[in-house]
């Protein structure tokens, strides 16, 4: 399979033409080998409109919605970012590319180690990660230029807006178990504007400020 070829169609059929602009989101879509972050039986579906299963009952989730959360943090490149939920590594990749430090913190060791073996190999030499509850965040790097929460919870974990740069967005689904909305909130001098952005499905943010564990 060609997966240049692949990898230019996803940019141009599920990004450019549902309206994502960000030039440098788009480079980065275009150099990053998404394919790299799934199990080799599922490579060739890697550049599809959907997400895959990772291990764990967990998902790298679907390029688009991957692009838009990038899309909303605006990055100029100089930033220090926080993600929660490191999953496959791949938006943590995509990430390491659009902003100068990336922190990513993930609750399962096993992603976390298959993350980091992909994210080595491409010699993303600018991200750290670490394995624990996300939800508290990660004060001793805060505050941080942007946060990306990539699973869902029940509501917003108050930590993460308080390590949050002024002006400054914090990208997160919220809502029930298996329907929620992506919401960009922007931490002003006093307070925080709070933007609905679109209907989405995640899995769950698991931990003290999002779901419980039913395991
Ligand atoms: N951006 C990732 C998304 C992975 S799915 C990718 O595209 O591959 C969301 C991830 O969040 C899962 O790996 C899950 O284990 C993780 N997660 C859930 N609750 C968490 C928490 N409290 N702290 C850190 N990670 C969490």
């Not at 180690?113 to 190999?121: F, G, H, I, R, Y």
Request: proline fraction near 4%; charged fraction near 25%.
């Amino acid at each position: 399979m060609d997966f240049d070829a692949a990898r230019e169609k996803m940019v141009l059929e599920q990004l450019v033409d549902r309206g994502i602009k960000n030039q440098e989101v788009i480079r980065a879509f275009l150099k990053v080998p998404r394919h790299l972050f799934v199990e080799q039986a599922l490579r060739e579906r890697a550049y599809g409109d959907y997400p895959l299963p990772i291990g764990l009952n967990q998902t790298i989730s679907q390029p688009y919605m991957v692009a838009l959360m990038c899309e909303l943090l605006e990055l100029k490149g100089n930033e220090k970012v926080l993600e929660i939920g490191t999953g496959s590594g791949y938006e943590t990749a995509i990430l390491a590319e659009l902003a100068e430090r990336v922190f990513s913190i993930e609750r399962l060791d096993f992603l976390t180690q298959n993350a980091l073996t992909v994210l080595d190999k491409l010699k993303y030499n600018n991200v750290v990660t670490k394995v624990t509850d996300g939800t508290y965040g990660w004060r001793e790097e805060s505050p941080f230029d942007g946060i990306v929460v990539t699973a869902a919870s029940p509501q917003i974990p108050k930590r993460l807006l308080d390590q949050l740069a002024v002006k400054r967005h914090l990208v997160i689904p919220i809502g029930e178990a298996f329907s929620q909305t992506l919401f960009k909130i922007t931490k002003a001098e006093k307070g925080f504007d709070t933007k609905s952005i679109t209907g989405c499905v995640f899995v769950k943010l698991i931990g003290k400020y999002g779901w419980e564990n039913e395991n």
